[in-house]
């Protein structure tokens, strides 16, 4: 028997991690392959499971087929290849390419929470581990593998793949899978991350092109549910982020923005950008302190291929962010120690975009207790990350294992996610020409994967369930 294991997003929204296991002989007791690979991130609970082995050994997994290059989606690729994986590792261009810096940036990051905790003894576990290191990160690349989108790729004798566009983030994709058994073939299609469906005025400034691929066909689909309980605001989210910053500046204060480095802070300077030109917002100076984020506007200049239109547009007429005037990016610890001597009007783009850690940390301790400046989260804050707890409304914050209190304007803009809402899923959902026979949800908190349940139930007909941590699912 074929079945998938859920062994992440399942429950929660960071930790996708999917095993399909062919079950046939013919390949030695069946190819097993993971449908990403990614880091468990947000409540304790759940990231002490980034700790806990994969329930057969990574030397037994065959392949691993990536969809895009968030961290809860690939973070825990080198943790599988310390474990022993020595298996391809199949990923778009783009992606890879995003990976070859993000993957080291993770290992990094943790060397140096798990360096701080040891140093002042703020960890319960003596000494604190860091889950992989940076080298260990590095020598995961060499596993990965380009695959092109809509090119049909063979894991094994009974089953091949190919990537279909999810417009989620540059290089993002949905992984159909064909799975032959008994001459019969199965299509299982999981989709990563879904992004929006094109719409200039809700969810403008997208770098790259709008619209996952329709008319998807599936036996069994395996789809996320970030936003299955909710629905981004309609109205253009310009004018209120320039009236925002404009109020920060008059009353003398700062703007800082946490941003996941890649995508997000792109789209959040291309977006600024054009505000500057058009005059809505007076041209105070950016500061862009991620080294990651410098590195992904070099892969997204050599990507021209993803485009959208806008981006071709802004690009031709201003050239790489990099060179813009007024625009600074710190790439060295010493240009982003310079930052915090920066007393007069500025904004500051900095990750990790749910404040879990990196630069902005440093940022949000020195300009939260100032109420003359203002934090704009335009990013999903998963329940537990101290994003969380600042969108909240909480009045203090730990930081480094300090307690900084939160007197700075807080404030979110929801329309810059690059995930499809309710609406916009069920819109891509009734693109299929037939109700796929089952489908299990993934990648939502609870209430959100189960809203989304009776929602698709109620509206489309069709048999869904939410999947559970670590469920093994038959397909065939
Ligand atoms: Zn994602």
Redesign the pocket.
């Known amino acids: 028997m074929a079945y998938i294991q859920f062994l992440g997003a399942a429950g929660t929204v960071t930790g996708s991690k999917h095993l399909i296991n062919t079950g046939s002989e013919s390949s030695g007791g069946g190819f097993q392959a993971l449908i990403d690979c990614g880091m468990f991130q947000g409540p304790k609970e759940w990231r002490e499971r980034n700790w806990q082995d994969t329930p057969i050994s990574a030397r037994q997994i065959d392949a691993v087929v990536l969809t895009?290059a968030?961290l809860?989606?690939c973070g825990w690729i080198p943790r599988l290849v310390k474990g022993g994986f020595r298996g391809p590792i199949y990923a778009t261009p783009a992606t890879i390419d995003l990976c070859g810096i993000l993957l080291p940036d993770s290992g990094h990051l943790q060397e140096e929470d798990a360096a701080f905790y040891n140093k002042f003894k703020k960890s319960k576990h003596d000494p604190a581990l860091p889950l992989y290191t940076l080298a260990e990160a590095q020598a995961s690349l060499q596993y990965f593998r380009a695959v092109q989108f809509e090119e049909t790729r063979q894991l094994c004798p009974e089953m091949s793949f190919r990537f279909v566009r999810a417009a989620?983030?540059l290089g993002?994709s949905m992984v159909e899978l064909t799975l032959i058994v008994n001459g019969q073939a199965h299509r299982l299609l999981f989709t990563g991350?879904i992004g929006r469906v094109r719409d200039r005025s809700t969810a403008p400034g997208k770098v790259v092109r709008s619209g996952p691929t329709e008319g998807e066909t599936a036996d069994v689909l395996v789809m996320e549910s970030t936003y299955g309980n909710r629905q981004h605001p309609t109205v253009d989210p310009r004018p209120e982020l320039a009236s925002l910053i404009r109020r920060t500046v008059e009353r003398g204060g700062s703007v800082i923005v946490p941003a996941f480095a890649v995508e997000r802070t792109q789209k959040f300077l291309f977006m600024l950008k054009e505000l500057m030109q058009s005059q809505q917002l007076p041209p105070i100076p950016v500061f862009c302190d991620s080294p990651m984020a410098i590195k992904a506007v070099e892969i997204f200049m050599k990507h021209t291929e993803e485009y959208s239109e806008d981006t071709r547009r802004l690009i031709s007429q201003h050239g790489s962010p990099l060179e813009w005037p007024g625009f600074t990016f710190a790439s060295t610890a010493e240009q982003s120690k310079t930052i915090n001597g920066v007393k007069t009007p500025s904004i500051i783009v900095s990750s990790s975009g749910m404040v879990t850690g990196g630069r902005i940390l440093h940022h949000l301790a020195q300009r939260l207790p100032d109420p003359k400046n203002t934090v704009i989260f335009i990013g999903f804050q998963a329940p537990g990350t101290r994003g969380f707890t600042i969108k909240s409304g909480a009045s203090e914050v730990k930081i480094f294992g300090d307690v900084v209190p939160i007197r700075a304007q807080v404030t979110a803009l929801e329309q810059f996610s690059?995930h499809a809402d309710t609406p916009e899923l069920l819109q891509w959902l009734r693109t299929f020409p037939t109700k796929p026979p089952a489908t299990y949800l993934v990648h939502g908190e609870p209430a959100a994967s189960s809203q989304l349940r009776n929602t698709i139930a109620k509206e489309l007909g069709w048999n869904v369930q939410v999947a559970q941590w670590m469920q093994k699912v038959e397909v065939i």
């Open positions: 895009h968030h809860d989606h989620h983030i993002s991350d690059d």
